[in-house]
């Protein structure tokens, strides 16, 4: 059974950065998208970033400059290097991926962004 686990949410103060981590276990054959997306109270859940299997990266505006994704195919791992954090990052952030032709999502990890 694949399981996304993340890793790395918790609490910082505005202007501070956070690294989290999504690792992909189980039966895997191949990863093709991995990215991230979260979800605010009240709001709907929007893509943050995603990273194809080439490498090629695509951000949400409110992100571009702040925010890098990388993985590591080896580690069958996706990160989210978060810079310069706002409290309007505030949510829980979820890892995403397409694993042999199937979607999963993991079950969130929280990032709250406050002084």
């Known amino acids: 059974q694949v399981q996304l686990v993340e890793s790395g949410g918790g609490l910082v103060q505005p202007g501070g950065s956070l690294r989290l981590s999504c690792a992909a276990s189980?039966?895997?054959?191949?990863?093709?998208?991995m990215g991230w997306y979260r979800q605010a109270p009240g709001n709907q859940r929007e893509l943050v970033a995603v990273?194809?299997?080439?490498?090629?990266?695509n951000y949400a505006d409110s992100v571009k400059g702040r925010f890098t994704i990388s993985r590591d195919n080896a580690l069958n791992t996706v990160y989210l290097q978060m810079n310069t954090l706002r409290p309007e990052d505030t949510a829980v952030y979820y890892c995403?991926?397409?694993?042999?032709?199937?979607?999963?999502w993991g079950k969130g990890t929280l990032v709250t962004v406050s002084s």
């Open positions: 995403k991926a397409i694993i042999d032709s199937r979607q999963y």
């Open positions: 189980g039966s895997i054959f191949s990863i093709n998208t």
């Open positions: 990273i194809g299997s080439g490498g090629r990266t």
